[in-house]
């Protein structure tokens, strides 16, 4: 049973930075791309960012293009989210996934995390 585990959320200023991990177990990671997504109140979860299983190939959401980074370290079985240039529309919930893929369909994705909380004050 793969397990998902995010961290590094918290409370930002607007501009500000934070760096989000996921670390994985229960799985050969290498074999699976991951990806980012993110929810706020009322709203449906959101994709931010994927990756490949080499990590050659990332695809992003255009409102994070240029801002976030995603990365991964298959030694470590981890996954991360550098988010710079933080706005308050950043602020949510988010989530990391596993998927066999590099995609921003949610239906793709068959492992979540629990979900860090970022909040980005103005």
């Known amino acids: 049973q793969v397990q998902l585990v995010e961290s590094g959320g918290g409370l930002v200023q607007a501009g500000g930075s934070l760096r989000l991990s996921c670390a994985a177990s229960?799985?050969?990671?290498?074999?699976?791309?991951m990806g980012w997504f993110r929810r706020t109140p009322g709203k449906e979860r959101e994709f931010v960012a994927a990756?490949?299983?080499?990590?050659?190939?990332?695809y992003y959401a255009d409102s994070v293009k240029g801002r976030f980074t995603i990365t991964r370290d298959n030694g470590k079985n981890m996954v991360f989210l550098q988010m710079n240039s933080l706005k308050p529309e950043d602020t949510a919930v988010y989530y990391c996934?596993?998927?066999?893929?590099?995609?921003?369909?949610?239906?793709?994705?068959?492992?979540w995390g629990q979900g860090t909380r970022v909040t980005v004050s103005s």
């Open positions: 229960g799985g050969t990671f290498s074999n699976y791309a």
């Open positions: 996934g596993l998927t066999w893929r590099v995609t921003g369909s949610e239906s793709d994705y068959t492992y």
């Open positions: 990756i490949s299983r080499s990590g050659v190939t990332t």
